[in-house]
């Protein structure tokens, strides 16, 4: 009889955290189904990790390290390709330094915990995530401001849901399944939707805010201007929690309604009405996603959105914004060893002087790295290591990044299968799925869960991504653990468990206690709600958030909009694709086989384009395809396209890297980025578009 187990495990074929039940015979995962007794999911799953077999067992996956010779890639043993990793990254290091090594990664997919550690042990401040625009930007802000991240608690029972720039039902963010929000509206909740597009969720909304894409900042500055303009606000929590009332009532007096109307295109008596719903219906969650971070405002809107949720007593309130506790294991910050980083290194960090918030979190922004591998400025970049990511397609301005990448003298990639970057790399390391690591899962959330994920099989010769920091770190003269598993007991070891025990435990949870700061303050220099910030005071930034135009809008730039007149909203989310990943996977392709960008009706009649035919979507800085869908649900000057696009079918090298990419489109100059943070603004520039004849 074949022996046939079932493996309770942890999902991350998204930022990940739903409970699944593998069915696994003779080493293979032949059944996926969602565990009931998952705190997260409660038995829910959506396509992608349903179809994760179809990652697995892909006939195109790489299941052995290889490297690039004359002749093409070839297969070499994983002693050989550390080897050679290894050895390069002690001549850079001799040479030049370690701040010459990169090492990278996309999203969150947590394993931040070990590529950090190797990071920081090797001596190289230069980390390159998507952290500065996306969620870290959102935690860097909301630490100065409040001590923390506020996240909207589903399950406390919100009487009104703010759904700011997330879709949760389509793209289960971090923190958020899609799920809690649905549990959260049908039982009655109110809704209001801030979104350029006619959605779901908008549809449902008692009240939508069309807003104009890039403009959140100057709308958050209008509820405050609603909220003190008719005291609104909790009186005894701002005498004794906000620092800097005073100055702050005074900057919102420049953001009258009026003026708020003409920068976001919404009726001022519809943001009088939804910021008195929001003020007044308690308790209230604001639900915040990338877009809003995802621009030059990103500090702006992060810190004056924070501040709505205090001033109006919702901050850590129950069914408000709550300041989750996490279960006491080590954080993924204190695994790190951020302090290994001498503080002569951290000097180094590229742009750390330019961008202050963004290097409090250990964060460089992307240009600044292509730029040192470009030029050599302010000192070259030689090597580096990019672990699940793939900057060619997901970066700004495209066609800088893949020129840097291809200019670097040794890049190491680690993925599941060849991608337009992992085109450009010297070594390919084969990483595990999740069904094949062990892992603390969640551990870098705020939502006050740690989840157990369990390897369920192994497959080929592929390595946890965990693994490989470990062992390519002991390489490099670093001390580790002999196994992940001893790791992951290091992790866990202020929880008083270990690995074994945890895995019987499936979960830990933190015990909640809201509105803790009536008993210690707020985690600021002053204890209190920072709306004016002393950190960036000290900085040299403006303490006080503001709203300052898209750097490409038809009004910061009104010459560029006479050729290129629609505001492009780039990063359109469907719900198989996770960015740039899973073309390749038969079951979610089959949903949705090409690139699509949304026009709206009379733009696409005024350009002879037909519903289902190929556009040519252009900026200047290039121009990409995809295929037109007609959708009298966004504004006509607002055009709508998917990110993450190339052509895993087409073999050559590059994948069609630059045929439907996006961001060959966006701009990474440093006058369009958050000044403090450094977030790129991926989301919003000029374009125009014309049918494609091709
Ligand atoms: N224009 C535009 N661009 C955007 C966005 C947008 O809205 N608009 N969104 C941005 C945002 S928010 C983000 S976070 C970035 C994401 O940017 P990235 O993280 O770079 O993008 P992905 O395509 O998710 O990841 C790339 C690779 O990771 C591999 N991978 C998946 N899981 C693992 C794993 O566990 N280990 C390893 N080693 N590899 C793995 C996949 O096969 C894939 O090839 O994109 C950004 N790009
Ligand atoms: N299926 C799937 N899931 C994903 C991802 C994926 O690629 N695919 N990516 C993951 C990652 S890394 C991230 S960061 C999250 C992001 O997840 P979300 O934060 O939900 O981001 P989006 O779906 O890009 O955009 C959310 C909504 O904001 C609207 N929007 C666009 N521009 C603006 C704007 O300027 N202002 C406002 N207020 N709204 C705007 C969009 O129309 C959309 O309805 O999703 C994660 N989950
Ligand atoms: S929402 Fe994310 S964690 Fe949940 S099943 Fe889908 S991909 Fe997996
Ligand atoms: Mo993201």
């Not at 399950?155 to 389509?170: F, H, R």
Request: net charge neutral; aromatic share 10%; with cysteine.
């Amino acid at each position: 009889m074949d022996a046939v187990k079932q493996v309770r495990t942890v999902c991350r074929s998204c930022h990940g955290g739903c409970g699944v039940i593998a069915t696994v015979k003779d080493n293979m995962v032949v059944k996926i189904e969602g565990d009931p007794e998952s705190p997260i999911s409660h038995g829910t799953l959506c396509s992608k990790g349903l179809s994760i077999t179809q990652v697995a067992y892909h006939p195109d996956r790489i299941y052995h390290p290889m490297k690039k010779t004359a002749s093409g890639w070839q297969r070499i043993t994983w002693d050989e390709a550390l080897g050679t990793i290894a050895d390069k990254f002690k001549k850079v290091i001799a040479e030049y330094g370690p701040e010459s090594i990169v090492v990278g990664q996309g999203t969150g997919r947590d394993y931040e915990s070990h590529l950090y550690r190797f990071a920081n042990n090797l001596g190289t401040p230069n980390v390159l995530t998507a952290g500065h625009m996306c969620y870290v930007s959102r935690v860097a802000s909301t630490l100065i401001t409040c001590g923390t991240l506020p996240v909207a608690d589903y399950d406390g029972g919100p009487k009104l849901i703010v759904l700011w720039g997330v879709n949760p039902q389509w793209t289960n963010p971090d923190e958020y399944k899609g799920e809690r929000f649905w549990e959260a509206f049908q039982r009655g909740s109110k809704l209001i939707v801030v979104d350029p597009r006619r959605g779901f969720t908008a549809e449902k909304a008692d009240l939508w805010l069309q807003i104009r894409p890039g403009t959140d900042a100057a709308l958050s500055l209008g509820f405050h201007h609603v909220i003190i303009e008719e005291e609104l606000y909790d009186k005894e929590f701002v005498a004794n929690h906000v620092h800097g009332w005073d100055a702050w009532k005074d900057r919102v007096k420049e953001y009258p309604l009026e003026k708020v109307q003409e920068i976001t295109w919404i009726d001022k008596n519809l943001i009088r009405k939804a910021a008195r719903m929001y003020a007044t219906t308690k308790p209230a969650a604001i639900h915040w996603g990338v877009p809003t971070e995802q621009t030059n405002n990103c500090v702006n809107y992060t810190r004056a959105t924070a501040t709505l949720m205090a001033i109006t007593g919702n901050l850590d309130a129950k069914g408000g914004n709550a300041l989750f506790v996490n279960p006491p294991t080590r954080t993924v910050s204190e695994f790190s060893q951020h302090k290994a980083l001498s503080p002569e290194q951290q000097k180094k960090r590229l742009g750390g002087d330019q961008f202050k918030l963004g290097a409090r979190v250990a964060l460089i922004n992307p240009k600044k790295a292509w730029d040192a591998m470009l030029t050599g400025e302010p000192y070259p970049l030689k090597a580096g290591i990019l672990c699940g990511t793939n900057p060619v397609v997901t970066r700004a301005n495209a066609k800088e990044a893949y020129a840097a990448l291809s200019k670097i003298d040794f890049l190491a990639v680690v993925d599941f299968f060849m991608t337009p970057t992992a085109d450009l790399a010297d070594i390919f390391l084969p990483s595990a799925t999740w069904l094949e690591q062990n892992h603390i899962a969640d551990n870098w959330k705020r939502h006050g869960y740690v989840l157990a994920r369990q390897k369920c099989v192994e497959i080929g010769e592929c390595w946890q991504d965990h693994k490989i920091f470990m062992e390519l770190g002991k390489r490099m003269g670093q001390t580790w653990w002999d196994t992940v598993e001893d790791s992951l007991n290091y992790l866990l070891e202020p929880a008083g468990v270990t690995w074994e025990q945890f895995k019987e435990k499936r979960y830990l949870r933190g015990e909640m206690v809201y509105q803790k700061y009536k008993e210690r303050g707020f985690s600021t220099p002053t204890k209190k709600v920072e709306i004016y910030s002393t950190l960036m005071e000290k900085w040299g930034y403006d303490p006080l958030p503001k709203y300052v135009e898209v750097p490409e809008s038809p009004v910061s730039k009104p010459e560029v909009a006479e050729k290129f007149p629609y505001i492009l909203d780039a990063g359109f989310r469907t719900p198989t694709y996770f960015h740039s990943a899973n073309r390749q996977v038969p079951l979610l392709r089959e949903v949705r086989d090409k690139p699509i960008v949304e026009i709206h009706p009379e733009t696409a009649k005024k350009h002879g384009i037909q519903e289902g035919q190929w556009v040519y979507i252009e900026s200047p800085r290039g121009r990409v395809k995809q295929f037109a869908k007609l959708n009298d649900g966004i504004d006509p000057r607002v055009i709508v396209a998917e990110h993450g696009w190339w052509y895993p079918e087409m073999k050559q090298e590059g994948h069609g890297w630059d045929v439907s990419n996006i961001n060959l489109l966006t701009d990474n100059a440093y006058e369009t980025l958050d000044p403090a943070m450094g977030s790129t603004n991926l989301r919003v520039c000029l374009c125009n578009i014309a049918p494609c004849n091709d």
